[in-house]
């Protein structure tokens, strides 16, 4: 196997407006789509006109086991108690030797969710985080 395939990524390192969240395990949702409207012509029964009309983004999702980092978050939410602001992110993937392999940064950040992990001795689990983001679009570099 070789060591230099950039398919062998393993954290994705999380900074939004200069605060280094840390790196994640998961990054899940990261895309977009460009929205679709269905026009049928009269007269014509044969066919129907696909028109495009703007991009949608996802919800951006972002996992890893709880550790030192959670502070990160934590701290990020409490800046916002007076009032949530649109902000930049920048996902970097990063292979096991800390290489960058590929980098995104994202427009009109804004939180949706902090999930904490669920404790119970019953389900012995990695506790693990999740953040979820929402964003306008990619940033042109």
């Not at 460009?34 to 991009?55: D, M, S, Y």
């Not at 959670?70 to 996902?91: D, E, P």
Request: charged letters at 20%; one cysteine or more; glycine letters at 8%.
């Amino acid at each position: 196997m070789n060591d230099s395939d950039p398919g062998l990524s393993v954290c994705f390192a999380v900074n939004i407006d200069n605060n280094e969240l840390g790196t994640f395990n998961s990054c899940e949702g990261l895309g977009c789509e460009v929205v679709i409207e269905q026009r049928e012509e009269g007269g014509n029964n044969t066919f129907v006109w696909q028109l495009p009309t703007r991009l949608k983004y996802s919800n951006v999702k972002f996992t890893r086991p709880l550790g030192p980092d959670t502070a990160k978050i934590a701290k990020w939410f409490a800046s916002m108690t007076g009032g949530v602001k649109r902000c930049t992110a920048t996902i970097q993937v990063k292979s096991n030797d800390d290489t960058v392999v590929a980098t995104w940064a994202l427009e009109g950040v804004v939180p949706v969710r902090w999930t904490g992990p669920s404790l119970n001795f019953d389900s012995p689990k990695v506790a693990t985080e999740t953040i979820e983001i929402a964003h306008h679009g990619f940033r042109n570099s």
